[in-house]
């Protein structure tokens, strides 16, 4: 096994279509999102001969908390299985930089945790890195019909509400252009639900990259000539994800939502997507979560449950134990 700087971006995308699931987390694009950001990527592959059986991109955190490594929805390896040749190399990687430690948050079952990522080696990380409770709709198995049958009555007839009440849906085709129109609902969204936001410089960099490749939609919820709810979705490698969302409280009796996530679903089924995904919801009976202001919105949709492997983490110094013991009180405090 050889393990080497990554160096053709269409061998790495290439090879990230073909797994089952193909986060875009892990695309080359994304890590150019997060080089705009100042989180530098480092991207490593690996190799059984002239074969690539894996890919890892990491991202250099410059935290208060402590500066590391972490691999969001990563790595991505044909059989599942982080080698001890790809962990030292991340390990060379974090000493290189200064960090105290590595986190890996793998888009894989939760079943496979205990197997593909024994204690020994790592440690379940104290906070979550990304969400690890996917609600998602599999478009192979499912019709348009059957898709609108499995859902919940309630979000059926709001669907067809929004759509009598004269809402429309529309796909921006300049997304830059429209994008502080989006950030305006966001912040007023943010402020309703208490969450920590992506920066603006975040969301444009992410916005420019994709909407080049015809990977980023904007879509635009309009009532009576005024846009009062959005989104970004993002849609590559065969899955299209719903990755922000933003709406207005003044016209909350509007279920232009509802409209705008149906439209989406439909686009992705015209596409060929295998996969629709509402991104996190909230563990089942866990009320104080990030997601669980979200989460009956998306379950009224249908679909099923992919529930991730927590996140894991390498410790690199002793720093590590610091950081631990400070993320672990600040998890007690938030009640989370």
């Given at each position: 096994m050889e393990i080497r700087e990554a160096t053709d971006t269409a061998q790495w995308d290439a090879f990230l279509s073909k797994q089952e699931y193909s986060p875009f987390m892990q695309s080359w694009t994304m890590g150019e999102v997060y080089r705009?950001?100042?989180?530098?990527?480092?991207?490593?592959?690996?190799?059984?001969?002239?074969?690539?059986?894996?890919?890892?991109?990491?991202?250099v955190i410059n935290a208060r908390r402590?500066?590391?490594?972490?691999?969001?929805?990563?790595?991505?390896?044909?059989?599942?299985?982080?080698?001890?040749?790809?962990?030292e190399a991340l390990k060379e990687e974090a000493a290189k930089r200064n960090c105290c430690f590595i986190r890996l948050s793998p888009f894989i079952s939760k079943e496979l945790s205990s197997i593909l990522y024994p204690l020994s080696t790592f440690k379940p990380a104290p906070h979550h890195l990304l969400a690890e409770h996917i609600w998602y709709i599999n478009l192979k198995e499912h019709s348009e019909e059957e898709i609108l049958k499995n859902m919940r009555k309630n979000t059926r007839n709001l669907i067809r509400r929004a759509e009598k009440d004269g809402v429309t849906i529309t796909r921006s085709k300049d997304p830059l252009k429209d994008l502080d129109t989006f950030i305006e609902l966001h912040e007023?969204?943010?402020?309703?639900?208490?969450?920590?936001?992506?920066?603006?410089?975040?969301?444009?960099?992410?916005?420019?990259?994709?909407?080049?490749?015809?990977?980023?939609?904007?879509y635009q919820a309009h009532y009576e000539g005024e846009v009062i709810a959005s989104s970004i979705h993002m849609h590559a490698f065969g899955e299209t994800s719903y990755h922000h969302g933003a709406s207005t409280r003044k016209l909350r009796k509007i279920p232009a939502s509802?409209?705008?996530?149906?439209?989406?679903i439909q686009d992705a089924i015209k596409r060929g997507d295998h996969m629709y995904s509402f991104w996190g919801i909230a563990p089942?009976?866990?009320?104080?979560?990030p997601f669980a202001g979200v989460t009956l919105f998306k379950r009224g949709f249908g679909g099923e449950l992919l529930e991730l492997t927590h996140c894991m983490d390498v410790p690199v110094n002793s720093r590590y134990y610091l950081t631990r013991a400070f993320e672990n009180y600040r998890k007690w405090r938030r009640g989370f």
């Amino acid at each position: 096994m050889e393990i080497r700087e990554a160096t053709d971006t269409a061998q790495w995308d290439a090879f990230l279509s073909k797994q089952e699931y193909s986060p875009f987390m892990q695309s080359w694009t994304m890590g150019e999102v997060y080089r705009d950001i100042k989180e530098e990527p480092i991207r490593l592959e690996m190799r059984e001969g002239d074969n690539l059986v894996g890919i890892c991109q990491a991202l250099v955190i410059n935290a208060r908390r402590g500066k590391h490594l972490v691999v969001p929805y990563g790595p991505v390896i044909e059989n599942r299985q982080p080698t001890t040749e790809l962990i030292e190399a991340l390990k060379e990687e974090a000493a290189k930089r200064n960090c105290c430690f590595i986190r890996l948050s793998p888009f894989i079952s939760k079943e496979l945790s205990s197997i593909l990522y024994p204690l020994s080696t790592f440690k379940p990380a104290p906070h979550h890195l990304l969400a690890e409770h996917i609600w998602y709709i599999n478009l192979k198995e499912h019709s348009e019909e059957e898709i609108l049958k499995n859902m919940r009555k309630n979000t059926r007839n709001l669907i067809r509400r929004a759509e009598k009440d004269g809402v429309t849906i529309t796909r921006s085709k300049d997304p830059l252009k429209d994008l502080d129109t989006f950030i305006e609902l966001h912040e007023e969204t943010r402020k309703r639900h208490s969450f920590t936001p992506y920066t603006n410089t975040f969301f444009r960099s992410q916005v420019e990259h994709f909407s080049k490749r015809n990977e980023c939609t904007m879509y635009q919820a309009h009532y009576e000539g005024e846009v009062i709810a959005s989104s970004i979705h993002m849609h590559a490698f065969g899955e299209t994800s719903y990755h922000h969302g933003a709406s207005t409280r003044k016209l909350r009796k509007i279920p232009a939502s509802y409209l705008l996530q149906w439209t989406a679903i439909q686009d992705a089924i015209k596409r060929g997507d295998h996969m629709y995904s509402f991104w996190g919801i909230a563990p089942e009976g866990v009320k104080k979560h990030p997601f669980a202001g979200v989460t009956l919105f998306k379950r009224g949709f249908g679909g099923e449950l992919l529930e991730l492997t927590h996140c894991m983490d390498v410790p690199v110094n002793s720093r590590y134990y610091l950081t631990r013991a400070f993320e672990n009180y600040r998890k007690w405090r938030r009640g989370f």
